[in-house]
């Protein structure tokens, strides 16, 4: 006999097998086996053989015996089992001739499935191996065992030890079923067994549950009678095979065969979900489902389906909000992950729901999320249990399934409601739009028309006009026309824009219109239709017509015209051409109303009849801040401020009637609670005669409002502060110059009424003082290159007196940045003006008291300086009246001697004409001067006053630099009293370098900057500000004001002085002075 085989296989000379697949360890006690059954074991599938036992009746192969294949006697034996036989008996002959009897049991007769074929040989008592069963038995991965008529243990495989959870099989022998599974199912299984034995008939392939190792798995059972040689019953062999993967597998797919065929018959969603979540719980007992879906927000759990779970416990976790911390499917939805909760009792997730949960009778909770197809999550899929547990392999496979279903059917409703409210949208946006829009198919049949196409094809109902061509209603050429632009854009895939094409009518029937054809493609990119969009201009062709009528009625009388006809039809030619610009602008005006509609700047909402939102455009995301994911699914209401939500509702409920809303104004909520002012239209989305949802569309006029209210709020304050300030504002038309606005201070600055500058503009320039009026008029008229407009000058007032005038002129842009307005304010500064004058008259004696106060200090220098010229001119004087008195008088000496008593005399005169120039009283007045130059002509007076305490000065003069206009006297004073200051610090110093450093440069583009050093020692923290104070002095003997005259003379002409507080070792004096030395406003 030969079999094909995974291994190979061959039988030694004494009939043992060698070379068998699978030789287990030690088994159950085959002796015993054999003395209560008397047979030999057979193990094979229905193609092949995989093992046997060495015993051939009297010499007679398995096939000889057999007769048959085994494919063929399995196939029988099954027969025999459906028929309700479960043995057989075979008659054979041996090699002598001699007849024998066998038995022939099949175990095991499942598809596919692993089976026993017990032989019982009824000739002669059978001779038994106990080695050769045990390999058998420990190689097969079923559980097997043999039972006596009491149903304890006698032979058990090592495969159904491990299930029981026992090491060794022999630790079986002699328990029940009872020893190791609940009461339950113990007694169950003995029943089973009781039958087996007292009818002597196999159970064949019975499926149930069992728990093994603590997990719940499914085995196909078949449990066969052990005959004595006599035949009777004394036991039982079982075969039990783990089908739980296989079950699963079919339960998935029956369930989402079920599904499917659900989702697909349009069944409701709820329906749906209830058998899903059945057809789960029958393939995992004592577990109850449910499925929970997150709102439009994606903040709450709500419209929970759970067929088994208590009523109260589903009303109880409607609506509650996902968190990190929320029982076992918030915390999932919230995590995007399954959450697995052994015991509801002691999870801290579970705290705010637990008692909920125990009223219930539930103790574990396993939620996975529910998915979408972009992986967005949709809800949970729970699995309950009224015990702790935690699941298993297959369980966790088997949720994952179920929610994948129920994020299908999820997904298919939500899809399904999402395109139902886009088609009602854009019929009814097709139907308030004035234009005709329609849909042909690639035969150029209507898919789809609106309400204005169907009027023009001359119907009542859009729907007549579906699967109809243009040929029905409009006549042969105008539709053959149509019909080859329609195969122009199908073919091509080039639109048609703005054609003007009429409807083949004549007379008042014919219509004129602007057609646009566009191609319709599928979600492939291919062409199968088109778009087409048409809208009546009849009566702008007719006024076209009207007018080429009139050009060619005008030109005919031409000729016949005087030459004031003939300026007459000129002029008539220029109206006509503005008349064609006007058609050419209202057609770009048609075309950017058609991009504005096709953009929808405006806010654009769907409600359902429950007020909640189905619809949220791109506008209405910007104007109040709220995603249409936050907002899908909320109450309309709560997104308008609480006092205004009753009027919100009642408008609401009046539209849903069958109302009309237009122009109502109410305010919407951002995120953040800020309102926003919208204007609100209102109109019934209606499915059939009943009202299903409100479309509303919304304006924002938030700023409009804002400006509005700025603009009140600002002219009254502008009016109140215009009409009492003492200054006068004015506003001016910058290309007319006419005097929009003058305030009424007008009259008491200028001394002129307002009227006259309403009436005359000019009265303004007529006031200005004429030596100033045209600087005044060059400075106004100047401004708009210079950005603005700031000038003094005087004015002369009608009874002869002069006031000064500060006057600051700011210009207004308009949109396209070109000045169009000048507004400014004049202010009345004569006060200020002498203040300042009369500030300069006492600086300036001020300055010549300290001069004279200087000269005190400087005597003895002076004199020094005055005793060197004085003493060469007596020399020389003396020496010439020698040269006369003795008789011997040269000219030439003479000369030289009297030149010198010249030069001395001129020396002098130059040291009193300085001395005279420095203390004499002056008014202050300006010119331009070099501050390199001054420097040097005050050096003679301060070399003296630096020699006497061994002091140095040096200079370090700019060249050419920018003259500067300014005081000549007051700056050399500024020079004088700084140097002095820094020769007095060094006298009282200690022995060193004395030298004082004066140096000139110009600095930031229009400056000229002084530095005065000195290498005395430093100013004491703080001296750096309060030496500039007036009385404020170091010195016993000072008077404490001959640097805050130098600070004062300095700020007059726009300048600053300070100290360089950088500077070491010594102190630096920096003074810095503008090149046209204007003072600093005050």
């Known amino acids: 006999m030969s079999h094909s085989t995974s291994g190979r296989y061959e039988r030694t000379s004494n009939g043992d097998v060698v070379g068998s697949p699978s030789v287990a360890t030690r088994g159950p006690r085959p002796a015993l086996l054999l003395r209560l059954s008397g047979t030999d074991v057979t193990v094979t599938t229905p193609s092949a053989l995989a093992a046997w036992s060495p015993r051939e009746p009297g010499g007679v192969g398995l096939a000889a015996l057999l007769g048959a294949t085994l494919a063929a006697i399995i196939a029988e034996e099954r027969d025999a089992a459906a028929g309700g036989e479960r043995e057989t008996i075979r008659v054979w002959r041996d090699r002598d001739g001699v007849d024998g009897r066998v038995r022939v049991q099949i175990l095991g007769a499942e598809p596919d499935a692993t089976v026993v074929v017990v032989l019982t040989d009824v000739t002669q008592p059978a001779v038994s191996d106990p080695e050769r069963l045990r390999v058998l038995l ?76 603590g997990e719940q798995r499914w085995f196909a059972t078949t449990k066969a009678p052990i005959r004595d040689d006599a035949g009777n019953v004394v036991g039982l062999v079982g075969i039990s095979r783990d089908v739980t993967d296989r079950r699963l597998l079919a339960g998935r797919m029956a369930a989402e065969a079920e599904v499917l065929k659900r989702l697909s018959s349009g069944q409701p969603l709820d329906e749906v979900l209830t058998a899903l979540i059945g057809m789960i719980e029958d393939q995992c007992p004592g577990m109850l489902g449910s499925v929970l879906r997150l709102d439009p927000t994606g903040r709450r759990l709500e419209r929970g389906v759970g067929p088994s779970l208590p009523p109260g416990y589903m009303a109880a976790i409607n ?45 574990a909770c396993w939620s996975q999320p529910i998915h979408d197809s972009e992986g967005r999550v949709r809800g949970t899929f729970a699995m309950y249990y009224r015990t702790p547990r935690h699941p298993n392999e297959d369980e966790q496979q088997l949720i994952d399934f179920a929610a994948t279903l129920a994020g299908i ?151 016949d015209r005087t030459k004031a006809l003939s300026e007459a039809n000129t002029s008539l030619f220029r109206e006509m051409s503005d008349r064609q610009r006007a058609v050419e602008a209202l057609r770009h005006s048609e075309v950017r109303y058609r991009a504005v509609v096709e953009n929808a700047p405006d806010v654009i909402v769907c409600l359902g009849p429950d007020f909640r939102v189905s619809e949220w455009n791109q506008a209405a995301e910007t104007v109040l801040g709220r995603t249409r994911d936050e907002v899908i699914g909320t109450d309309f209401r709560d997104l308008c401020p609480a006092d205004e939500r009753r009027t919100l509702a009642v408008t609401l409920a009046a539209v849903l009637a069958g109302s009309n809303v237009r122009d109502l104004e109410l305010p919407g909520l951002t995120r953040d609670g800020v309102e926003r002012r919208l204007c609100w239209n209102l109109t019934p989305l209606s499915t059939g005669d009943a009202a299903t949802g409100v479309i509303a569309l919304g304006q924002d006029i938030t700023e409009r409002r804002r400006l509005e209210a700025a603009r009140r709020e600002s002219e009254s304050r502008f009016r109140q502060l215009a009409e009492h300030i003492r200054e006068v504002f004015w506003l001016t038309e910058w290309e007319t110059g006419r005097v929009i606005y003058v305030s ?21 320039i007529d006031a200005i003082h004429p030596e100033d009026r045209e600087r005044v008029k060059a400075s106004f008229f100047g401004s708009a290159e210079r950005g603005g407009y700031d000038e003094e000058y005087r004015i002369i007032r009608p009874n002869g007196s002069q006031r000064w005038i500060r006057d600051r002129g700011f210009l207004i842009r308009n949109e396209l940045g070109r000045v169009y307005r000048i507004a400014g304010i004049a202010a009345d500064v004569t006060a200020r003006r002498e203040a300042e004058e009369a500030a300069r008259q006492h600086q300036a004696k001020l300055a010549h008291v300290s001069r004279l106060s200087t000269m005190g200090e400087m005597t003895a220098g002076l004199a020094h300086e005055l005793n060197q010229p004085l003493a060469a001119i007596v020399n020389f004087a003396e020496a010439c009246l020698r040269e006369i008195r003795s008789g011997r008088f040269d000219r030439d000496v003479a000369s030289e001697d009297l030149e010198q008593v010249i030069q001395q005399a001129v020396r002098a005169g130059a040291i009193i004409r300085r001395l005279r120039s420095f203390v004499r009283k002056e008014a202050p007045s300006r010119s331009e001067a070099d501050v390199s130059e001054l420097v040097r002509e005050i050096m003679p007076m301060l070399d003296p006053l630096a020699r006497r305490g061994g002091i140095t000065i040096r200079t370090d003069l700019g060249d050419a630099l920018p003259p500067v206009r300014l005081d000549p006297i007051q700056i050399q004073q500024v020079i004088f009293n700084v140097t002095r200051n820094g020769i007095e610090a060094m006298i009282d110093a200690a022995e060193g370098k004395r030298q ?57 002409h726009g300048g600053r002085i300070w100290v360089d507080e950088t500077f070491a070792p010594g102190v630096m004096f920096r003074i810095e002075i503008p090149f046209r030395g204007e003072p600093h406003e005050s």
């Open 138 to 213: 420990e190689s097969m991965p079923e559980s097997i065992y043999f039972k006596d008529v009491d149903s304890r243990f006698v032979v058990a495989n090592r495969a159904l030890a491990h299930a029981l959870g026992q090491r060794d099989p022999e630790d079986l022998v002699g328990l029940t079923d009872a020893d190791f599974y609940p009461a339950a199912d113990a007694a169950r299984y003995r029943a089973d067994e009781v039958e087996v034995i007292a009818s002597g008939r196999s159970m064949v392939g019975k499926i149930e549950p069992c728990v093994v190792r």
């Open 319 to 363: 609506g509650v909000e996902i968190g990190a911390e929320v029982g076992s499917c918030g915390t999932a939805a919230h995590g995007n992950t399954r959450v697995i909760t052994e015991d509801i009792e002691t999870d801290p997730k579970w705290a705010p729901y637990r008692s909920v949960a125990a009223a219930a009778g539930l103790r």
């Open 996 to 1052: 004082i450093t004066v140096a000139t440069r110009a600095v930031a583009g229009d400056r000229v900057e002084i530095a005065i050093s000195n290498a005395g020692p430093p100013l004491e923290p703080g001296m750096a500000t309060r030496i500039f104070e007036p009385f404020y002095t170091t010195k016993g003997g000072g008077m404490g004001l001959g640097l805050a005259i130098a600070s004062g003379i300095v700020e007059a």
């Open 744 to 764: 009424p201070a007008y009259e008491s600055v200028f001394g002129r009424p307002a009227e006259a500058i309403y009436r005359n503009s000019q009265d303004w």
């Open 409 to 559: 059917a999820i997904e298919r409703e939500a899809s399904e409601t999402a395109l139902w409210h886009e088609q009602r949208m854009l019929q009814i946006l097709m139907d308030r739009i004035p234009d005709a829009i329609y849909f042909k198919d690639a035969d150029q049949r209507f898919l789809r028309v609106n309400r204005a196409q169907a009027r023009y094809l001359g119907l009542e109902n859009p729907e007549v006009a579906v699967g109809r061509h243009d040929v029905e209603f409009f006549s042969a050429e105008a539709a053959a026309g149509y019909a080859a632009d329609d195969r122009r854009v199908i073919e091509t895939g080039v639109p048609i824009i703005g054609k003007v094409e009429h409807n083949g009518a004549s007379g008042e029937e014919r219509r004129w219109f602007s057609t646009t054809k566009t191609p319709f493609r599928d979600e492939r990119g291919e062409i199968v239709g088109l778009v087409g969009i048409s809208r009546d201009i009849t009566e702008r062709i007719r006024y076209e017509h009207a007018l080429r009528d009139a050009h060619r009625e005008i030109e005919a009388r031409v000729e």
